[in-house]
């Protein structure tokens, strides 16, 4: 399969896929979809996720108070941030949640150039988002917005 025939198939299945959320949008679902071609592989990957919109405040709740248990003042699930790796070269993650098992790196992110997934202890965290007052700020500003 080439590129050409790719982007054929990703317009056709677009189509069919889109048919398809329209409807579960319509029952109350948010769905987010993603295509991606693997030219060396000559496969493509189709990537979807979804939740009913009765369940984001539960999960907006649950980040709020996991945000509050490893001593945030404010839902920090969303936010990203920069850290330079051990050569010194700027990597930007976005963090995804909370893993409460893992008592020493509970903070699951993840990195935006290659999709990796990373755990990060919550003082570090802290310090990357910029401390308290940078995080207060951030959120407020995104709340008048």
């Known amino acids: 399969m080439n590129q050409s025939q790719f982007e054929f198939f990703s317009q056709e299945y677009s189509k069919i896929f889109e048919s398809l959320f329209s409807s579960l949008r319509e029952r109350g679902f948010s769905i987010s979809s993603e295509i991606n071609f693997d030219s060396k592989a000559k496969k493509f990957e189709l990537k979807v996720s979804g939740i009913h919109s009765s369940q984001k405040e539960i999960i907006l709740e649950e980040n709020l108070k996991d945000s509050i248990h490893y001593g945030f003042t404010q839902n920090i699930v969303g936010m990203t941030f920069c850290r330079a790796n051990t050569k010194g070269v700027l990597q930007s993650f976005r963090i995804d949640g909370f893993k409460r098992r893992n008592y020493k790196n509970p903070i699951i992110t993840t990195n935006l ?24 700020r951030n959120a407020n500003l995104e709340k008048l917005f």
Do not use: A, H
Request: net charge neutral; hydrophobic share 30%.
């Open 113 to 136: 150039e290659d999709g990796s997934t990373w755990k990060f202890r919550p003082d570090r965290v802290k310090v990357y988002l910029g401390g308290d007052q940078l995080i207060n």
